[in-house]
T-cell receptor, first 113, second 113 residues
Framework: DSGVTQTPKHLITATGQRVTLRCSPRSGDLSVYWYQQSLDQGLQFLIQYYNGEERAKGNILERFSAQQFPDLHSELNLSSLELGDSALYFC????????????FGDGTRLSIL | GESVGLHLPTLSVQEGDNSIINCAYS??????FIWYKQESGKGPQFIIDIRSNMDKRQGQRVTVLLNKTVKHLSLQIAATQPGDSAVYFCAEDTKAAGNKLTFGGGTRVLVKP
């Protein structure tokens, strides 16, 4: 158990809809990262927050947004969903902001019908 | 763009033998590297990391070697066990690029009893 908690484990929705994925980092970790894992793209970094502030951005679509709250949990919002958004979404956390081991949750599997 | 070992080969290993998993990275500015293990239905699990000022690091039954000259990373697993069967990913982190892990495509390890 990595200590990172993601909810829900599975999400099934339709095109055009909006969903929110939630992540609770390990106790003591200030940095949260979001990744997308799909069969054709592998694991792709989306965005990083550190102590409530956005720190790094990857290939995150404009339809996607995230935030980190004062209690350090984070949410990833996906809107105007398309079939191609079907994937596993992972959250990871680390103590500090740079060059540190990132510990992953077990992901949310998003299926768009 | 950046790429880290974008292939998914399969390594078949006899139980008790040593395994060597290789990874090529493309960004010579990368300064931190991590190996992850991912089992079916779970998130990537941290195995071992190494910084660019080192060329070897050992953990429990695992050794990571870094060759910056040829941009090559390897993970050695001693006395491979059935529980080692999983997909293994290498990942690189480039602080100057905004601290985003870039993952390779992964290697599937199958341990034969």
């Amino acid at each position: 158990d990595s200590g990172v908690t993601q909810t829900p484990k599975h999400l099934i929705t339709a095109t055009g809809q909006r969903v929110t994925l939630r992540c609770s980092p390990r106790s003591g970790d200030l940095s949260v990262y979001w990744y997308q894992q799909s069969l054709d793209q592998g694991l792709q970094f989306l965005i990083q927050y550190y102590n409530g502030e956005e720190r790094a951005k990857g290939n995150i679509l404009e339809r996607f947004s995230a935030q980190q709250f004062p209690d350090l949990h984070s949410e990833l919002n996906l809107s105007s969903l398309e079939l191609g958004d079907s994937a596993l979404y992972f959250c990871a956390s680390s103590v500090g902001p740079d060059n540190q081991p990132q510990h992953f949750g077990d992901g949310t599997r998003l299926s768009i019908l | 763009g950046e790429s880290v070992g974008l292939h998914l080969p399969t390594l078949s290993v006899q139980e008790g033998d040593n395994s060597i998993i290789n990874c090529a990275y493309s960004n010579s500015a990368s300064d931190y590297f991590i190996w992850y293990k991912q089992e079916s239905g779970k998130g990537p699990q941290f195995i071992i990391d190494i910084r660019s000022n080192m060329d070897k690091r050992q953990g429990q039954r695992v050794t990571v070697l870094l060759n910056k000259t040829v941009k090559h990373l390897s993970l050695q697993i001693a006395a491979t066990q059935p529980g080692d069967s999983a997909v293994y990913f290498c990942a690189e982190d480039t602080k100057a690029a905004g601290n985003k892990l870039t993952f390779g495509g992964g290697t599937r390890v199958l341990v034969k009893p």
